[in-house]
């Protein structure tokens, strides 16, 4: 690959998972395809229904994404008959494809160890395998083995070459469920947290940690990121909360380059993304167009609108805090378009 591709944006196969067209949900996933000399998936088969339904071959191309919540297509479910162009007899009789499901066997090279694959991630653009993941190849745990150790694919089997010693000092890959529950335990043993948990969104996707929502500092957003690192078995972090001194200073920007507004002394503030408007304006369109600057910016939860209309408004005369009371250090928290 040409370039690092960070684990949340890996396409992660979990044989029996929806298949979502773009109209709606089709099947499940029953297997992928690999080509076994470049190690890329080539297409994936999809069954309607859970046991005895028809099983359709479809390229790996129209893949948008794929996650334990499902397999996201490009295409509709008319079109998936269409494009399917393979059979499973000519893959299974191609000594170039591999097949894999949920039967397959992944096997320890040197120890003849073996356990069953439970998961397996490619790059989005490429289709190149990344890692895989194996149900018992170590007795009683999951293991996560990057590309590098999988050095043959063979319709139902894969063969991994790794050291004992390494392969042993693998830590457990952990199911979602408990990852969550740590996180959660882990956040709220932070009591400074504790007022912003209410505007934050906590999930665990394939070991990947998303954080999304609002916090009042940037500050208290780093302190979330350093409180979970410590939970073994994340394998990524996407912090997308938006702190509101962050999204105050960005408000001010957007307010102050748009012309309906720029030359007005609005204050923004935030408070875990819900933002108070105060001030002054000239005519009711300019009230509206602030508030409808502020409430399309990502990151506003909503919107308390008490700009006054002031034909003669040209500065901002008391710069005053959400509460309602004079800022004790001006300026500190309040950011505005003059």
């Known amino acids: 690959m040409n370039k690092a591709t960070f684990i949340s944006e890996m396409h992660k196969f979990h044989f029996g998972s929806k298949i979502f067209c773009s109209d709606g949900e089709y099947g499940v996933l029953a297997y992928v395809v690999f080509d076994s000399t470049t190690h890329c998936m080539t297409h994936i088969g999809i069954r309607q229904g859970r046991f ?15 996650t334990s919540d499902g397999v996201m297509l490009r295409v509709k479910s008319a079109d998936v008959a269409a494009a399917s162009g393979v059979e499973t007899a000519s893959i299974e009789a191609n000594s170039k494809h591999a097949l894999l499901s949920s039967k397959c066997i992944v096997e320890h090279a040197s120890t ?11 790059h989005p653009t490429s289709g190149e395998l990344t890692y895989l993941v194996a149900h018992h190849l170590l007795p009683g ?5 990057r590309a590098e150790f999988i050095t043959d694919l063979a319709t139902e089997h894969v063969t991994v070459t790794i050291d004992d010693k390494k392969l042993n000092g ?39 940690l998303y954080l999304d929502g609002n916090i009042s500092s940037s500050l208290r957003g780093d302190m979330v990121t350093d409180q979970v690192l410590g939970v073994p078995g994340l394998l990524e972090i996407k912090n997308n909360l938006v702190a509101d001194d962050t999204l105050a200073g960005n408000l001010a920007m957007a307010l102050g380059s748009d012309e309906r507004t720029r030359d007005l002394p609005i204050g923004v503030y935030p408070r875990l993304g819900i933002v108070r408007l105060k001030g002054a304006v000239r005519t009711d369109q300019q009230r509206a167009a602030a508030e409808e600057i502020v409430r399309s910016f990502p990151g506003v939860r909503s919107v308390i609108n008490e700009l006054r209309v002031d034909p003669k408004a040209d500065m901002l005369h008391v710069m005053s805090a959400a509460g309602g009371d004079e800022d004790k250090v001006p300026n500190k928290y309040i950011r505005h378009t003059r």
């Open 52 to 66: 005895f339904g028809k099983t359709f071959q479809l390229p790996f191309d129209p893949i948008i994404s794929a």
């Open 112 to 122: 003849g160890s073996k356990g069953v694959l439970m998961l397996i991630a490619v």
């Open 141 to 145: 745990q999951d293991t996560l083995l």
């Open 170 to 208: 693998i830590p457990p890959y952990r199911p979602d469920r408990v990852l969550q529950r740590e996180v959660e335990d882990a956040l709220f043993d932070l009591t400074p947290l504790h007022v912003d948990m209410k505007a934050i969104t906590v999930r665990v996707l394939d070991s990947v």
